[in-house]
């Protein structure tokens, strides 16, 4: 089994992807966020899965993953799009 985790933090929110190849065929997604206030206090707890078979995983993610490229790939760190 493989797992992928990639996390982010900003404002008091963490974000966490994890992406777990299963066995016959399975690709589990998982987003999970939890947001605390400056007291350290649990406002948003949740967790959202979703399962794919490996083909079903390439087609949805896929033109995501371009589009993200695209803008990497054309990315100029000084200007503003719009």
């Known amino acids: 089994?493989?797992?992928?985790?990639?996390?982010?933090?900003?404002?008091?929110?963490?974000k966490k992807v994890t992406i777990k190849d299963h066995l016959y065929d399975l690709v589990e997604f998982?987003?999970?966020?939890?947001?605390?206030?400056?007291?350290?206090?649990?406002i948003i707890d949740s967790k959202q899965?979703?399962?794919?078979?490996s083909r079903e995983f390439k087609e949805f993610?896929?033109?995501?993953v371009n589009d993200l490229k695209e803008r990497f790939d054309n990315d100029t760190t000084n200007s503003i799009q719009e």
């Not at 998982?30 to 649990?42: R, Y």
């Not at 899965?49 to 078979?53: I, K, L, M, P, R």
């Not at 993610?61 to 995501?64: A, I, R, S």
């Open 61 to 64: 993610f896929t033109p995501l």
């Open 30 to 42: 998982t987003i999970h966020q939890k947001l605390t206030d400056e007291n350290g206090k649990v």
């Open 49 to 53: 899965e979703s399962y794919f078979t």
């Open 1 to 14: 089994m493989q797992i992928k985790e990639y996390e982010f933090f900003k404002d008091g929110l963490h």
